[in-house]
């Protein structure tokens, strides 16, 4: 089975810009979260979909947003970006509640 | 205010050595999860648990639901072990199938040779 993919692996952005990342999940894996990893805060959780649903969400403003399409793909989307949103972006898949996390390898941006 | 703490953020061992890595949390949970980082890598899941023990080759996670205390430890370590080592807790956000996964700060393992 192909592991969770994340794309694009790294992006340059301006300030004041927007981005959008994306993440396939494992096959069958109906469950995408997203995290925020930082060297100062961490990682720190961002959303959860589920079936199209968002059923979880971390402390994050509204500018960090994402969806969830019909075959479980998500996507991320940051609007006007802040040098403070370089980070690395990691999404993760499951079964369900009760199942472990499979991370993707994450995507880098950088905001200058 | 929900937490997670784990000890210690830094941990050098010799190769061979038997490690442990704590982590405790303010409120009751369902499940913790155990992750590991490899510098420049992405992240494993290597447990979750809910209770009493799990034992995957030389790791073994062990969690005391009403000490809110979980341990991981490493068996007979080897350099290929050194990684930083993350637990997670979901906090209920309101309660039922709402919650907020929150992060230790990581330990860092390094094992030397």
């Known amino acids: 089975k192909a592991g969770v993919t994340q794309t694009p692996r790294y992006l340059i952005k301006t300030r004041g810009q927007q981005v959008t990342l994306s993440c396939s999940p494992i096959?069958?894996?109906?469950?995408v979260s997203w995290y925020q990893q930082t060297p100062g805060q961490g990682l720190q959780f961002l959303f959860e979909?589920?079936?199209?649903?968002?059923?979880n969400k971390g402390n994050f403003p509204g500018r960090f947003s994402g969806r969830q399409f019909s075959n479980s793909r998500s996507e991320m989307n940051v609007s006007t970006l802040e040098l403070g949103d370089s980070a690395l972006y990691l999404c993760?898949?499951?079964?369900?509640?009760?199942?472990?996390?499979?991370f993707g390898n994450g995507t880098r941006l950088t905001v200058t | 205010k929900n937490e997670v703490e784990q000890s210690p953020q830094n941990l050098t061992a010799q190769e061979g050595e038997f490690i442990t890595i704590n982590c405790s949390y303010s409120?009751?949970?369902?499940?913790l999860h155990w992750l590991q980082q490899h510098p420049g890598g992405g992240i494993v899941s290597l447990f979750m648990?809910?209770?009493g023990k799990k034992k995957h080759g030389r790791l073994i996670a062990t969690i005391n639901i009403q000490e809110k205390h979980s341990s991981l430890h490493i068996t007979a370590s080897h350099p290929r072990d050194s990684a930083v080592y993350i637990c997670?807790?979901?906090?209920?956000?309101?309660?039922?199938?709402?919650?907020?996964?929150?992060f230790g700060k990581g330990t860092l393992l390094t094992v030397n040779p």
């Open positions: 997670a807790a979901p906090f209920s956000n309101s309660g039922g199938s709402n919650y907020k996964l929150t």
């Open positions: 409120v009751g949970i369902s499940a």
């Open positions: 979909y589920f079936s199209e649903t968002q059923r």
């Open positions: 993760a898949s499951r079964q369900g509640v009760d199942s472990p996390l499979h």
């Open positions: 648990l809910s209770s």
């Open positions: 096959s069958g894996h109906r469950s």
